[in-house]
């Protein structure tokens, strides 16, 4: 009879792949409201997935991750001094305007 073979990751495995696939969501993602928690997840499956034999996959994660949150800081301290300048109902009627 035929042998099955059943590959089992061990959870330091499975968190780095997780860490790399909410990274990517939080660079390729439409919204902030999605990309924000996929940056923090990145993170903090990343950081114990450093351990495992897929340790790239966790750097990776890593890395996709701190740019997320690199790019999601600029956009709200630009979008902060955007408001302060032009003041929120001008900024706002810019937007509805169109």
């Known amino acids: 009879m035929g042998e099955e ?3 089992v990751q061990r959870p330091a495995q499975q968190k780095a792949t997780w ?3 909410a990274g990517l969501i939080a660079v390729f ?3 902030p409201l999605i990309q924000l928690p996929a940056a923090v997840a990145g993170l903090v499956f990343g950081i ?3 351990k495992s034999t897929k340790r790239g996959l966790a750097i990776a994660g890593i890395a996709l991750s701190t740019l997320a ?5 600029w956009l709200a ?3 902060y001094g955007a408001i302060q300048h032009v003041g929120f109902d001008e900024f ?3 937007f509805l305007a169109d």
């Open 5 to 7: 073979v059943v590959t």
């Open 19 to 21: 860490s790399l696939i």
């Open 29 to 31: 993602g439409l919204f």
């Open 48 to 50: 114990p997935g450093l």
């Open 69 to 73: 949150l690199i790019v999601l800081i």
């Open 77 to 79: 301290v630009s979008l």
């Open 92 to 94: 706002l009627g810019q």
